[in-house]
Each structure stands twice: as C-alpha cells, then as structure tokens.
C-alpha cells in the first residue's frame, strides 16, 4: 500500500508541474515588433550615412549635377536676429554663407529639411515654385540638416530642385530659431533678422507659402 501511495504522489507531483510549466509559457511577454520609422524620421542606417566621407571630386561632380543657384551674399549687416555671426557651407559650392549679411535687408524663408524625408520631397519643389513667384521680394534658402552632403545634392538633383542650399550637419539653424527636430520645418525672418515665425508643416502648395508670408511677413507675392 505504501508503495501505491508513493506512486499517486509522484503522479501527482508531475501533473503539477506540468500546469506550472503551462502557466510559465501563457503568460510569457512576447517581444512586440520594432515599429517602422515615421517619414520625417532618420533611417536606421542614418549613422553610416554620417560616417560618409566621399572625395572632393565626387561632391563636385554631384555639385554639378544637382546645378543648384548661388548660395545669397551681401554686405548689408543684420541688426539683429539669432543667426548672427553663423557661417555655413554653400551646399552648391563657394564661398562660406555668413547668414547674417547674406539675408541682410529683406525677409527671408528658410527650409529645413534632410534627405530621408519623405515630406521634404514633396515640400522642395512647392517651395521652389515660390522662390520663382517671389522673385526679389523674398529670399528663399533651402538649409539641409543633416550631415550628408553628398546626399544632400544627390535627392535635389532627383527633385530637379536648384534652390540655393546651405548644408547645417549641426542643426545649427534649428537650435538657434527654435524650430523643431522634425522635417519640413520653415523658419520665416524679417528684413532685421528677427524670427517671425517657425513653420513646422510641409506646405502643400506655393500659395500656402504665399499666404504664410503674407500673413507673418507681410509681404504679398
């Protein structure tokens, strides 16, 4: 009798640990999938595209593939405004931009983007519609955010965007106006240098640039 009893406890046992074990694997976190990048955001592989470091005869060339117009230039010092004393690259080549005398004197639109935004794609040529319309009123300048030249003027080229480009791999430009670390982002100043207003929206048309320039520059086109 004593060894039925023995065997009824094991069998017991077993059956015990086997509802456990049943538990353990029901009620286990499942690893939920990584969510997919939103349009505005960095690829994954942003880092190596950063470690770029391509020969000056490739940029160049790619400089003159993309055919972008003249980065602006003048001589007529901003009285005020956070871009004050900031100098960068002309994405197209030549002279170092220094914002301050080159948007001196009349309001300016600037747009930040990068080149893995979606968006942006779809924003640049609109913008540059509205640099044609604008004319000489308004200085439009594209100002690419990321640290990737070379790719950079690879999308404007695939865009047939040639609005003059400055390249701000610091986000500099972002930090000092107080725009968001999201792209498109416009940046509208005034004739002084001061920020009208931050734009964090991807205009869908050159009239909705036009009726924001109108509204916070007051400068109609």
């Known amino acids: 009798m ?12 077993l059956v015990g640990v086997a509802v456990v ?33 391509p020969t000056q005869d490739r ?22 405004g956070p871009l004050k004393d900031l100098t960068l690259e002309c994405l197209g080549g030549g ?19 990068a080149w893995w935004c979606g968006p942006c794609a779809k924003e640049l040529p609109v913008m540059q519609e509205f640099s044609r319309r604008a004319g000489a009123a308004v200085t439009v300048l594209a100002v690419h955010s990321d640290p990737s030249a070379l790719r950079a003027l690879q999308a404007l080229r695939d865009y047939g965007v ?7 791999p610091q986000q500099r430009v972002s930090a000092l106006t107080g725009a968001p670390a999201a792209y498109p982002a416009t940046v509208l100043l005034r004739a002084d240098g001061t920020v009208a207003r931050v734009l964090a929206v991807a205009f869908p048309s050159a009239d909705a640039i036009a009726e924001a320039v109108d509204q916070w520059l007051g400068v109609r086109t």
Do not use: F, M, Y
């Open 95 to 113: 002279p170092v931009v220094d914002l301050a005398t080159a948007l001196g004197g009349k309001p300016a639109v600037l747009n930040l983007w």
């Open 59 to 80: 940029l160049s060339a790619a400089a003159i593939a993309a055919a972008l117009q003249p980065c602006p230039s003048g001589d007529a010092a901003r009285t005020a």
């Open 21 to 53: 074990l049943a538990l353990v694997v029901a009620l286990w976190p499942r690893t939920s999938p990584t969510p997919s990048a939103t349009p505005d955001a960095p690829p994954a592989t942003q880092g190596q595209s950063t470690q770029e470091q």
């Open 2 to 13: 004593r060894s039925v009893h023995v065997s009824n406890t094991v069998r017991w046992n």
């Open 162 to 168: 040639h609005l003059p480009s400055v390249q701000d």
